[in-house]
């Protein structure tokens, strides 16, 4: 038991659309880019230059098939409102471009508010205390480092994958930018899971506006994802919670995005989140759409790649549910090498072959 829930664990950092799924031409991988999918190494970044070396690697596309350039993509997105950057939760690549784009961004004259789904909405105050708080009056008996101390704050003092956020805040508290925690609270997730909406008390109801979102078609699809995404062992009623905080999930990361525009219309919003969350322009992206008609939204996915990829349609092609046709994954996609030690964690649950597991007629020595 304590070796399968290490692994869901593992599946959940994945995002519940990790690289296994979705793979991307050979024929878009440059010379270094398979280097580096085989090295399962990514170069440390240099503030210098990061942005000419990233743009000279990209592959990126739009769903009608064309390539575009990274500058190009990068002047669709200064035309943009709210900017989604859809990463794989442990493919630090997708980081390090991520940091990029918002120094780009930055460099253009633009003050993105920068939103996180990693983090709470109830942690707010704090990283914005961080990046853009009054210093104390009093004088502490013992200095701290404020990045340390805002780890403790934040309840993220063991976790490895600090290093994949922190540089993003560091670059808020850089250039005085505001930074917002979106999701729900890990207690309310935790509640919700287990015990559903029902379970909910009022104040727990009271933490989160539901947006009255209901689509069909969208919950079968997504319940064939938490399905896979639980490595096919998660019963019925456990997808059928799963997909309850899925949708309210997504209902406070859309009311927190719209809250942040309304307040800074002239900033955007640049909302680093598991690409699962934006996929086929559903989920966050439809709600905020919903509840916004007229915000200017830019869907990007990060896409991880293996050098045996099919062919680049298959990740442009729509999605059919009955009758319902969803969108492509994603309008834009930047494709990356796979993250070190990508394996599969599903695997490590499935039965090891062994003599009294292989049939008779496989068996050494059996007669036919």
């Known amino acids: 038991m304590v070796v399968m829930m290490d692994v869901l664990r593992r599946v959940a950092r994945r995002g519940p659309f990790s690289c296994g799924s979705r793979n991307v031409a050979l024929a878009l991988l440059g010379g270094v880019w398979a280097l580096l999918a085989a090295c399962g190494t990514i170069p440390a970044t240099s503030p210098g230059g990061e942005w000419e070396r990233l ?32 990463e794989q939760h442990d493919n630090p690549y997708h980081h390090r471009l ?56 934040l309840g993220w003092e063991t976790r490895e994958d600090w290093s994949h956020y922190f540089p993003l805040i560091q670059l808020a508290r850089q250039h005085k930018l505001s930074v917002f925690g979106a999701d729900l609270p890990d207690g309310l997730r935790v509640r919700l899971t287990r015990g559903g909406l029902a379970d909910l008390s009022p104040i727990e109801k009271a933490s989160w506006s539901p947006t009255g979102f209901v689509n069909e078609p969208y919950r079968l699809l997504m319940r064939q994802h938490l399905a896979s995404s639980h490595c096919g062992m998660a019963p019925d009623a456990l997808l059928d919670r799963l997909y309850e905080t899925w949708v309210a999930r997504n209902d406070a990361m859309a009311r927190a995005i719209t809250l942040v525009h309304a307040q800074q219309t002239d900033a955007p919003v640049v909302m680093v989140l598991g690409a699962g969350h934006v996929a086929h322009d559903m989920g966050v992206y439809e709600r905020v ?36 046709e969803f969108a492509p994954e994603h309008p834009y996609l930047w494709f990356t090498p796979p993250p070190p030690r990508d394996e599969d964690p599903c695997a490590l649950l499935m039965p090891q072959p062994s003599a009294s597991h292989t049939p008779l007629h496989e068996r050494k020595g059996a007669q036919p």
């Open 55 to 86: 743009a000279a690697e990209a592959r990126i596309a739009h769903a009608d098939g064309q390539l575009l350039s990274a500058n190009a993509l990068l002047e669709k997105m200064l035309d943009a409102q709210v900017i989604y950057l859809g």
């Open 98 to 153: 991520q940091l990029a784009i918002v120094e780009q961004l930055i460099a253009r004259g633009k003050r993105p508010v920068i939103g996180f789904e990693f983090f709470s909405q109830a942690q707010t105050g704090w990283l914005m205390h961080y990046t853009v708080g009054k210093p104390s009056a009093f004088v502490l008996p013992k200095a701290t480092d404020p990045g340390e101390r805002l780890r403790a704050q």
């Open 289 to 324: 759409a919903s509840l916004q008609p007229a915000i200017r939204q830019l869907n990007l996915g990060l896409q991880s790649t293996l050098p045996d990829d099919p062919p680049l349609s298959r990740y442009f092609a729509t999605v059919r549910v009955g009758q319902t």
